[in-house]
Every structure is written in C-alpha cells, then in structure tokens.
C-alpha cells in the first residue's frame, strides 16, 4: 500500500517570504500523480498543483512550485512571495497511474501541514 | 458552473442514531468519491462510485457505513447506528472520469458530531 508522510505539522513565514513545506512517499509503482491540496478554514480542498511522475520536469503554477524527486520519493512545494491568503492546511496527496486496478482512483493524503503567514 | 455540494453543512446526533449524508456532484461528472477526514486518522479514502456502481468500497470501516448513488448524480453516504469515533468531516469529490487524471473537485464537507 502507498504512503505519504508530511513530517511538518505546522509551518509559519512572513509575508512576501519563501517557505518549503516537505513531503516524502513510499509505493513500489512507477507510474502515479503526486498533488499538493490546500485546505482554508471554509473546508473545502483546492487543488494548488499537481505533477506526473513521467514527467521530469518540476510542476509550476504561478507562486508555487514543486520539487520532485523520484528517486527519493520526495515531493516538495515551494511558495514564493506567500500572502495572507496562503494561509491554510496543505496536504501532499499521492494517486496511482494505474486506472484499471482496483484501489488506484483514491487519494491517499499525508497528515497534513498548518501554514500560517505573519504580516 | 455549481461546485460539488454537501448537505447538512453541520450535523450533531446522539449515539445509536442513523445519519444521513447528501452530496451533489458537479453536473457530467462520473466519478465520485467520498473521503473523511478526522483528528486521528487523517484523511481517509472510503467509497470510490463509477456512475451508479461502487467498484471500490474497501475504505469503508464497517457494514454500518454504506452509500449509494442514483441516477450517476446524487449520492449518499449513511452511518448506522452512528458511534462517538465515528465524528470527523465527510468530504465528498467528483472527477470526470475515474480512470483518467482528472481533478477531483471537493466539497465543503459534512461536519458530523456524535454526542
């Protein structure tokens, strides 16, 4: 079965800064998506970015950025000049590539990391 | 377009009691997923529904949890004879397609207290 461990639980940066929060997983495929997910205090969970594990290539969106090391199993998100409104619950989340198995269309999340950004 | 919504926004019930947990998928969307979510555990996945049929329900914690979806729309997720563990936030998710990359897009969620 696939893990995802996020071993920050609470991370606070000052607005405008950069922070890291980390991510690592466990999962003998070699094919699957690896997602970050933000979650305010209204509960609902938005997509910030996702990246293929076929894809060598970092996932950037605008602010946010990932490092994705697969030999590692690291995947790491990287939040550039963060605003006030970065604040939030992030989840690092991994899926299987394998549509057709059984199990594979599930999310499974890490812990979960507290992002607060001081003014 | 609507998102995905969740119904009752906030439920409190006394153990032993049936609740029952509402959640509208956004319009065209196949694939829906319920998740919940609690201090302990995490976020964990439960019922996985490609249009009517559950083809993955292996995250159910027991037979007093069940779902059913009508229709390719509408779904809901019913606890027996609910317990004081059973309290968390039930999420619920719809992709396009079940097999395909696509985005799961999440609801508010349900917050369910058992007293």
């Known amino acids: 079965a696939q893990t995802v461990t996020q071993s920050q639980p609470e991370m606070s940066v000052q607005e405008a800064e950069t922070v890291t929060l980390s991510c690592t997983y466990d999962?003998?495929?070699?094919?699957?998506?690896l997602f970050w997910y933000k979650q305010p205090p209204s509960r609902q969970m938005i997509l910030v970015i996702r990246?293929?594990?076929?894809?060598?290539q970092n996932a950037t969106e605008n602010r946010f950025s990932v490092n994705f090391q697969k030999a590692a199993k690291s995947f790491s998100l990287k939040i550039s000049d963060s605003q006030l409104g970065d604040a939030a619950m992030y989840f690092c989340a991994y899926r299987s590539a394998s549509g057709g198995r059984r199990g594979a269309q599930k999310l499974v999340f890490g812990q979960g990391t507290r992002l607060t950004i001081n003014p | 377009g609507a998102g995905v919504s969740q119904s009752p926004s906030n439920k409190v019930t006394e153990k032993g009691k049936d609740v029952e947990l509402r959640c509208d998928p956004i319009?065209?969307?196949?694939?829906l997923y319920w998740y919940r979510q609690s201090l302990g555990q995490g976020l964990e996945f439960l019922i996985y529904?490609?249009?009517?049929?559950?083809?993955?329900k292996s995250g159910l914690p027991s037979d007093r949890f069940s779902a059913e979806r009508t229709g390719g729309s509408v779904s809901t997720l019913t606890i027996q004879r609910t317990q004081q563990e059973d309290s968390a936030v039930y999420l619920c998710a719809s992709s396009l397609m079940g097999q395909q990359i696509y985005e799961q897009y999440f609801g508010p969620g349900t917050r369910l207290t058992v007293t």
């Open positions: 319009s065209g969307h196949t694939a």
């Open positions: 529904f490609q249009g009517n049929s559950a083809p993955d």
């Open positions: 990246q293929e594990a076929y894809k060598q």
């Open positions: 999962t003998s495929e070699s094919d699957y998506y």
